[in-house]
């Protein structure tokens, strides 16, 4: 079955899909969300997406894989070229001002899903798969920012922490506030750790 109206595996019902599960997990929650819902939502047939996925679980794992590779794409689309480890923190935490709308999802997703009392591993390692390569990236960056002479010594696993913390808290109170302006308080974050960071 190639290329039909409600095939599933073309691109853009695929993309279709992916951002209407998002969309409905993140609003609703991964328990209150069915096959039928995302089906009604998409104008697929349930059938379709249970045989391209197998369950809802299968789903959701892709759609947050996407939504994680989303936002990389975005990051490395900001840091093509960038070398100083000062302007890859900025590219990162700017990320989050391009991207905050998907990763506002993300985050939404992953507080509905800690609070269900049944959890499953493979989504457990979907959920965490953003902040490992967010640790990575930020870390790393610190990492060689000291060793250049460019940061001051400090803990990078501690700054780390600090700054996925707080951009999660942002992303939280924007869901929770309207009037809350992320990208203000994310700008603020970025010029207090760069200020912070280097010598």
């Keep these: 079955m190639t290329g039909g109206a409600d095939d599933p595996e073309t691109p853009d019902s695929m993309a279709i899909l992916q951002d ?23 104008g697929l047939n349930t059938s379709l997406i249970y045989y391209y996925f197998g369950s809802k679980e299968d789903l959701f794992l892709q759609t947050v894989q996407v939504a ?10 900001l840091t093509e070229g960038h070398t100083a480890p ?5 590219d990162w935490i700017e990320t989050h001002i391009a991207q905050r709308v998907l990763i506002r999802k993300l985050v939404e997703i992953g507080l509905d899903y800690a609070k269900a009392g049944n959890r499953v591993a493979r989504i457990d390692t979907a959920m965490r798969q953003f902040y490992d390569r ?3 990236v ?6 060689a920012g000291i060793a250049q ?4 010594p400090v803990d990078p696993e501690q700054i780390t922490e600090f700054i996925s913390t707080f951009l999660d808290g942002a992303m939280v109170r924007s869901s929770l ?6 990208a203000r308080a994310i700008r603020g974050l970025q010029s207090f750790v760069l200020s912070h960071l280097r010598r």
């Design 20 to 42: 209407v599960a998002l969309d409905l997990f993140s609003s609703r929650g991964f328990h209150a969300v069915t096959i039928k819902d995302i089906a009604a939502a998409t």
């Design 68 to 77: 994680v590779d989303r936002a990389f794409s975005q990051f490395e689309v």
């Design 86 to 90: 000062d302007q890859i923190i900025h």
């Design 134 to 136: 967010e640790r990575a």
């Design 138 to 143: 930020l870390s790393n960056t610190i990492r």
């Design 149 to 152: 002479g460019l940061f001051n």
């Design 177 to 182: 506030v309207e009037e809350f302006d992320a």
